[in-house]
């Protein structure tokens, strides 16, 4: 296959030739397996192909597939996944704005806390990632892959993670907060709790929306369906992606109503996007919450795989693990170490990957839907 026409984003991609994917399998052309130990970047949770998607996906495209831009028309796919999507948040959260990827989900909550507040800064984290659109790449908590495109968003303040005194430096003219609950990009880096609970605190002193970036935490990737769940702390603004749609594109910014509602009007049309709530996605994505929804065991299992991940790999220059669930970094003594490890794993069948900003850490985030044996079986293989 001629593959020089699709554009390239590194000079080094995994290369493998997907020919199939079932599970927590991929296949490639010859036909031979390979645990997928990435989830497609966190959104196979439920694995590749998950049943009850694919016929949810056959059912909508009988029926109709692009209806109208979003917002225009009642669309059932739309209006059913927005009234599930609430019914498992807090009761705040009652208003649900599709989108089509992670990037617009920020991009929307950045422009909603603008408008809400009539401000203009906007604060993240040392570590963090947002996505690689121009707003999303303003608050990037790495300067290595911003500084080709200053100049950026102005008013956007990096503050240090898990700092209670950079908190004081969010204030009246704060109009939002973006954080991750637990940092993927930076290697799995955990939010303390005391520390979340206060910058809740500063957000309501100081009237600043609080937006937690659950696109790559959410739907059971940590134990729980939401991150924020473990911590007892609920946002002004909840985003996802990735994992929602079950393998299909779709994103979300969920908010309180008279929160949201300050994107309809002065001027009306104040976030507007073509395939948002499309009505394919908004099915595929039913399925999988109503999977999540009736089986919790996806997540409540998925800190005791972790464990036994832990015990059972191990490696002379792996040093250790940081995870939540099964969102985990492998640390190793070097990059030369965990890069090698990784070519290693793909010859013996284990597709890895790193973390964006950390170059010793390797991602060890398998579908949630990985057994014990299948677990056993892939450690065998990345010791081999
Ligand atoms: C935490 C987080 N936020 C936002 C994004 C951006 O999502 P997308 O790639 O769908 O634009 C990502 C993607 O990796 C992410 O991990």
Known sequence: MNKVHVAATSPFPIGLQLSKA????????????????TSGIAVNN???????????????????????????FEEHPQVRLAATLCSVLPESLDTVYFCTSGGEAVEGAMKLAKRYTGRTEICYFKGSYHGSTHGALSIMGSEVYKQAYRPLLPDTRMLPYNNFEALKLITHSTAGVV????????????ANEEWLRALRQRCTETDTLLIFDEIQ????????????EHYGVVPDVLLLAKAMGGGVPIGAFIAQHDVMNVLSEQPILGHINTFGGNALACAAAQATLD???????????????????????????????????????????????????????????????????????VRFAPPLTISVDQIEAACASMRR
């Open 46 to 72: 439920l694995g590749h192909r998950h049943p009850a998607v694919v016929e949810a996906i056959k059912k909508q495209a009988d029926i109709h597939l692009h209806g109208m831009v979003y917002g225009e």
């Open 22 to 37: 079932d599970g927590v399998y991929f296949y490639d052309t010859s036909g031979r397996a390979y645990f997928d130990f």
């Open 217 to 228: 935490t959410g739907y059971g990737r940590t134990g729980k369906l939401f991150a924020f």
């Open 179 to 190: 954080v991750e609950v637990v940092q993927a990009a930076s290697g799995v880096t955990l």
């Open 291 to 361: 999977t999540f929804i009736a089986q919790p065991e996806l997540y409540t299992t998925a800190a005791r795989k972790a464990e036994q991940i832990i015990e059972a790999f191990t490696h002379p220059k792996l040093t250790h693990f940081t995870h939540k669930g099964l969102m985990m970094a492998a640390h190793f003594e070097t990059k030369a170490a965990a890069y090698a490890f990784m070519r290693r794993s793909l010859e013996n069948g284990v597709v890895l990957i790193g973390y964006l900003f950390n170059e010793t850490a």
